[in-house]
């Protein structure tokens, strides 16, 4: 798009950490404690999982199939 102008609000950070955080553990329920979240519906409305995160999360299902 051209001309348009990009502002970022600081709740904005709020939702790459938590992405970030989900992403880095695999684990909502240790997002939800880092970022002290009271129920674990709020952490997935912060989470924004991509197509990356989603394939890993595939492959972690597929080999416990192998164990």
Do not use: C, F
Not at 14 to 34: E, G, Q
């Amino acid at each position: 798009m051209v001309g348009r102008r990009w502002t970022y609000r600081l709740h904005d950070l709020r939702h790459t950490a938590v992405t970030r955080m989900v992403s880095a553990t695999n684990n909502l329920a240790t997002a939800k404690a880092l970022a002290g979240h009271r129920t674990i519906q709020t952490t997935s409305k912060y989470a924004h999982p991509d197509v990356l995160d989603v394939s890993r999360g595939v492959e972690a299902m597929l080999a416990m199939d192998d164990q």
